[in-house]
């Protein structure tokens, strides 16, 4: 299931006051705890660990009209604030849920006495500057459209805007199903299009919520220390050009956690490899910026399952460079 991109204008007088109580200032969680359930409240700890998070809500609307948009969207999702003809705040969704105790502590009632029940907590909230009429041309809306209502915009029009602008989540990747995940491997293996990329994406977001486990944060496998999870890939341990379609399918074998800050490339280029469990470093690794950060990490033992033990076999005689 793909990310969307959330459309949430913020520009009446309710709006711009709901945007900057719970968005602009951040909400203390443990001020929310009496208004939630039990599991909600510990998901919500969970997924903001600093204790606040940005909060916003739909009412239901019409038949359900907002409640029905609301299902549609998917963690990991992208809103978009817009005010005064521009978009001037985006934020991830990181957790989707219902509270209408919590809607009303917060904001009260409309004029027809419904609240914003339908609710979801915000992550990586960022102070944009897009014009309408930028939105609209990168979209293909015309270009005096005007952003009315909360919408949710289909997966072609979310991925435009997602793809242009670089603003996929790497702390809460999308959603993707097992039948996904399994599309996006057959699809792969065709040319690397601007289609294939998109099933990159899927493939990559698969492996790293199996390997996380759910949680926000993990460790790298390589260098061993824990982090929040955007910094964190999902890497494969065998190449994968090189990994049967069996291979392929086998997460807990032929990928692993690695970090952005090194490891994951030393470990594609063949300067860094795990041989019986310790970590080696290749002798043609001669930067010196480069070895003052391996240095660190040498023939320190990783733990690596039996499964795994195969793959790392495969990129010693094959990509690590002696």
């Not at 991109?5 to 969680?29: F, I």
């Not at 919500?44 to 299902?71: F, T, Y």
């Not at 993707?176 to 601007?194: K, M, P, Y």
């Not at 956690?257 to 090194?262: E, K, M, T, V």
Request: neutral net charge; hydrophobic residues 35%.
């Amino acid at each position: 299931m793909s990310s969307f991109v959330v459309l949430q204008p913020a520009g009446n007088q309710g709006g711009r006051e709901h945007y900057k109580d719970t968005v602009a200032n951040l909400v203390s969680l443990q001020d929310c705890q009496e208004f939630l359930t039990a599991e909600i409240f510990r998901n919500l700890s969970q997924l903001h660990p600093e204790g606040q998070a940005g909060m916003w809500g739909v009412v239901p609307g019409a038949g359900d009209v907002n409640k029905r948009k609301w299902e549609k969207m998917t963690e990991g999702s992208l809103v978009l604030f817009s005010a005064d003809g521009k978009i001037h705040t985006s934020a991830t969704v990181a957790m989707k849920f219902r509270s209408a105790k919590l809607a009303k502590h917060l904001w009260d009632v409309n004029a027809t006495g419904e609240t914003w029940e339908y609710m979801y907590s915000l992550d990586e909230i960022r102070n944009l500057d897009i014009p309408y009429q930028e939105f609209n041309r990168i979209v293909g809306y015309k270009e005096n459209n005007i952003i009315q209502g909360f919408s949710v915009l289909d997966e072609e029009k979310s991925s435009l805007f997602l793809d242009h602008y670089g603003l996929r989540s790497e702390k809460h990747p999308e959603e993707v199903t097992d039948e996904e995940f399994t599309e996006a491997l057959r699809e792969l293996d065709g040319e690397l299009d601007r289609r294939a990329t998109g099933w990159h994406r899927r493939e990559q977001a698969h492996a790293r919520k199996k390997l996380l486990k759910g949680k926000s944060y993990g460790t790298c496998l390589l260098c061993g220390i824990q982090m929040t999870s955007e910094f964190l890939i999902a890497a494969h341990i065998k190449r994968r050009s090189e990994c049967t379609d069996a291979e392929k399918r086998d997460l807990n074998g032929v990928m692993m956690l690695a970090c952005r800050f090194g490891c994951d490339f030393l470990y594609e280029e063949g300067l860094i490899g795990v041989d019986n469990s310790k970590l080696i470093v290749s002798k043609k690794l001669t930067d010196n910026t480069a070895l003052s950060y391996v240095k660190k990490i040498a023939d320190r033992n990783v733990e690596v399952s039996q499964k795994q033990r195969h793959y790392f076999g495969w990129h010693l005689a094959n990509r690590f460079k002696r």
